[in-house]
C-alpha cells in the first residue's frame, strides 16, 4: 500500500473512533456475554481451529471478520431473545457463533452462503451436536448473502439464528467497510489511487441499498445507523482520494 493510502486508513481509523454506532453502547452486556461464550465455549474454541485455515483475508472476509460477525450476531440473539428461556437463549448464542465463524468458509467461490452451508455440515459431522442443530446452522449460513430472495423459516428460533447471522455480517458494510475491507481488496488487488476514486461512487451507492434489508427488530432499529456511519467515513475519503489525484 502507498504512503497516501496508508494516511487515508489511518484517517479512517481515527473516524470511526469519534463515529460508532450506539448499538455499542446500548448492547454492551449483550456484547460482552456473546464475547466471553465466543472466546471461553469449547466447541467455539474448537470451530475456530477448524475454520481459520479456510479463511481468506484478502477480501476484508477472514478470521477477524468472522469474529466479529461470530460476537455481534451472538449478540442480537441475546438482545431478541431477552423473554426467552436462557439456556435455550445461551446455546442459540453458541450456535449462531459457529455459523458466524463458518459462513465466508467458501467466499471465494460462486454461490459461496450455499457452498459453505454444504462444507459446514462435513466440519461439524464429528460435532456434539444434534442433526436439528447442524441444519439451523447450515440454514444460518446459507440464508446470509445480500440481495437473494430470503423465506422466513418456519421455527422462530431457526429464524431468528438466520436473520442474526445476516444483521451482524451487514453490519460489517458500515465502518468496517472502509476501516479494514476497502484497504485489504486494495493490497489484494494492487489498485492505484485512481482506480480506486473512478470504483468509489459505485461502491457507495451499493453500500447505502443495504439499509432497507436488516432482518431482526434489533437489527432494523440499529443497522441503517451501522451503514450511515460507513458512508460518513466513505465520503470523507472520496473526497480527500479526488484532491490527491489532482
Request: charged share 25%; glycine share 4%.
Amino acid at each position: 500500500m502507498n504512503n497516501s493510502l496508508h494516511n487515508l486508513k489511518l484517517e479512517a481509523k481515527e473516524l470511526k473512533s469519534q463515529n460508532l454506532p450506539r448499538f455499542y453502547d446500548h448492547f454492551a452486556p449483550e456484547l460482552a456475554h456473546s464475547r466471553e461464550l465466543f472466546f471461553d465455549h469449547p466447541l467455539i474454541q474448537r470451530c475456530r481451529e477448524d475454520a481459520i485455515p479456510l479463511l481468506n483475508d484478502a477480501y476484508g472476509h477472514g478470521i477477524e471478520h468472522s469474529k466479529t460477525v461470530a460476537v455481534e450476531a451472538g449478540a442480537l440473539i441475546l438482545a431478541e431473545t431477552a423473554a426467552w428461556d436462557i439456556t435455550f437463549s445461551r446455546h442459540l448464542v453458541i450456535l449462531t457463533q459457529i455459523a458466524g465463524l463458518l459462513h465466508d468458509t467458501c467466499r471465494l467461490e460462486q454461490e459461496h452462503a450455499r457452498q459453505g452451508a454444504e462444507l459446514s455440515r462435513t466440519i461439524l459431522q464429528d460435532y456434539p451436536l444434534s442433526a436439528q442443530d447442524k441444519d439451523m446452522i447450515a440454514a444460518a449460513i446459507a440464508n446470509h448473502e445480500a440481495f437473494t430472495r430470503y423465506e422466513p423459516a418456519a421455527d422462530p428460533a431457526a429464524d431468528l439464528m438466520n436473520s442474526a447471522l445476516y444483521d451482524g455480517d451487514k453490519f460489517r458494510w458500515g465502518p468496517d467497510n472502509f476501516v479494514t475491507t476497502l484497504w485489504e481488496i486494495c493490497d489484494y488487488e494492487d489498485w492505484p489511487l485512481t482506480q480506486v476514486v473512478e470504483r468509489f461512487p459505485q461502491g457507495l451507492e451499493f453500500i447505502q441499498s443495504i439499509t432497507e434489508t436488516f432482518r431482526t427488530q434489533t437489527g432494523k432499529i440499529y443497522g441503517p445507523e451501522f451503514i450511515s456511519c460507513g458512508l460518513h467515513i466513505g465520503h470523507h475519503l472520496y473526497r480527500r482520494m479526488k484532491k490527491l489525484c489532482t
